[in-house]
């Protein structure tokens, strides 16, 4: 059997364009003479379409463009997903042969969690679906439904099932790519199946979808794997008559089907096309993982490129302060849109050093993009003359220093506003995290690329780049200098922060791993830092809950995955 894994990139609410995509993907599957197609979870509508799946003419027009598409698949099978109507709404896998829609498997497991809302929309379904092409069975899972041990995909073994498909919309963060492969080779050993999963690439809003689709024998061995963060079409030939094999010798399938009461399962019959002329395809490729450098700069690049491409954005301003976090997403926005499509604003004030000013013109001219400079110390001066009245009597503090920055950011969104470019934001994980930063300030922006990127990891990207370009992208002072914000003098982060590797650390344990205060005390963690970190977090919420959307490249981000109310009065 030769099969098909069409890793596309869809768009949330694009019917139209996503009817062309599955249309585009299939016919160079067909030229390859695939006998079975795969795309991924909710291919017609996008993943995650939310309340779109509510409006009742959505709904129709995915189905409309289902059977347009229907109409195209011959001498194929084509497994497609997309939602489906009968009496409730379910996530569906409609499958396609002849002209037209043969029947469809819905989804057993809605995740819940995380950045998951599957509950909201669907409703679950306990059938099971059998495909039997050209002699051979293959069983149907939507994404969850492996992730969970046991039923539909053990059901669909005992059943006969030589080959399980599973059609997914798996989103990425770091490390996952091994985690879901190593459990999808777990099943199938366990199974005494080959599996064939099938995800989604792409970035929408927040999430990014990382592709890497793979082929697993029987045995639990890869023989086909897509690259990560790109389309691709997986073509590949296995043949799961050797599963019969090896279950013929194995009694755990026969003791499970004992345990088990699996309804027998009527296969829908189809017939495979003749393919006596077939060529050989070459040896099926197996893309290595790439490390996580390279994963995150990849996920950052996929997920600012098609908030760009999907918004219709062409342009980006960036507000470069000779710093690292500016530096760093200047240069990932030049790699993700090309030079002459980003442009750098520096806005000295009087706090800001030679050094720094320097950084940012030889950023600009190392990176290629346009450089303009604007003096922010008249406004400055305006804005004190106008607030001097009411704030007689009273020491400069923190408020002179935020009008600084928020000065700036009514500058970079008034050239947003005119020139149509997209202001992305520059702060990271770490200052988010626990509110140092600026409402309407350094946080203003449509995008915020670095706010799943924790400080330190700001700098491992920094130095990645540089080494991979064999040339200083972002300048060493810039990655030597102690962070500052520049917002008075001699200001330094670590005044009113822990030092960032300290800090990290138990932002991590408390905010990825949701470590309690005393848990993070028994761990050796600083005292100091754990009462520090701990108390700015909680404070902080507000100004989260107000951020740009970023992409999002940890197990637990801000938004989708962390949801704490601001007002609370828990204290851990």
Request: contains cysteine; negative net charge.
């Amino acid at each position: 059997m030769r099969i098909a894994l069409a890793q596309i990139d869809t768009v949330v609410g694009d019917i139209a364009g996503n009817q062309k995509r599955v249309l585009a993907a299939l016919a160079e599957a067909c030229s390859q003479k695939a006998d079975l197609v795969l795309f991924p979870e909710l291919a017609l509508t996008g993943y995650p379409p939310e309340d779109l799946l509510l409006r009742p003419g959505f709904l129709k027009a995915a189905e409309r463009s289902l059977e347009k598409i229907a109409r195209q698949v011959r001498g194929c099978v084509a497994l497609i997903g997309t939602p489906h109507f009968d009496s409730d709404l379910y996530n569906a896998c409609a499958v396609c042969a002849e002209r037209e829609i043969k029947g469809y498997y819905r989804k057993r497991y809605l995740p819940n969690y995380g950045v998951f809302d599957e509950d909201r929309y669907f409703a679950s379904a306990r059938d099971l679906f059998l495909l039997e092409l050209g002699g051979v069975k293959v069983g149907i899972t939507i994404c969850e439904d492996m992730w969970q041990p046991g039923p539909p995909a053990t059901d669909l073994a005992i059943a006969g099932a030589e080959l399980i498909v599973n059609i997914s919309a798996s989103p990425f963060h770091v490390g996952r790519e091994l985690l879901r492969e190593e459990m999808f080779r777990t099943r199938a050993r366990d199974m005494i199946s080959f599996v064939a999963f099938c995800n989604l690439v792409g970035g929408q809003d927040e999430l990014v979808f990382d592709g890497h689709s793979v082929v697993i024998d029987d045995e639990g061995e890869v023989i086909a794997r897509a690259a990560g963060f790109e389309e691709e079409l997986l073509v590949v030939e296995i043949d799961p008559t050797d599963v019969i094999a090896r279950r013929l010798s194995d009694v755990r399938k026969r003791a499970l089907a004992r345990e088990r009461d699996v309804p027998e399962i009527a296969p829908l019959v189809l017939t495979a096309p003749k393919r006596r002329l077939r060529a050989r395809t070459a040896p099926a490729h197996v893309t290595p993982f790439a490390d996580d450098l390279e994963q995150m700069r990849r996920a950052l690049t996929l997920g600012l490129g098609d908030y760009m491409r999907k918004n219709g954005f062409g342009e980006i301003v960036i507000g470069v302060s000779g710093g690292i976090d500016s530096a760093l997403t200047a240069a990932l926005a030049v790699e993700t849109m090309g030079a002459d499509h980003v442009h750098c604003v520096s806005m000295p004030s009087r706090f800001s050093s030679p050094e720094t000013r320097e950084d940012a013109r030889r950023l600009a001219e190392g990176l290629g993009t346009e450089f303009r400079e604007i003096e922010i110390e008249p406004m400055l001066r305006e804005f004190e003359n106008a607030l001097a009245p009411a704030f007689s009597g009273r020491e400069s503090d923190l408020t002179e220093e935020n009008v600084q920055a928020r000065v700036r950011g009514v500058l970079l969104m008034a050239l947003s506003n005119k020139f149509g470019w997209l202001l992305v934001a520059t702060g990271n994980k770490s200052e988010l995290s626990v509110g140092y930063a600026t409402l309407y300030g350094d946080m203003a922006g449509g995008f915020a690329l670095l706010k799943d990127v924790f400080k330190t990891d700001v700098f491992r990207l920094a130095r990645y780049l540089n080494e991979q370009a064999g040339r200083e992208l972002i300048p060493a002072t810039t990655i030597a200098r102690p962070p500052s914000a520049e917002l008075r003098d001699n200001q330094l982060d670590e005044d009113s922060l822990p030092p960032y590797a300290e800090l990290d650390r138990v932002l991590e344990a408390y905010i990825e791993e949701d470590r309690s205060r005393d848990e993070l005390l028994r761990d050796g963690f600083d005292a100091d830092v754990v009462e520090r970190a701990i108390s700015m977090i909680d404070r902080a919420e507000y100004k989260r809950r107000q951020a740009p959307p970023g992409v999002k490249l940890r197990p637990k981000a801000f938004g989708r995955d962390r949801r704490t109310p601001i007002t609370s009065g828990w204290r851990d």
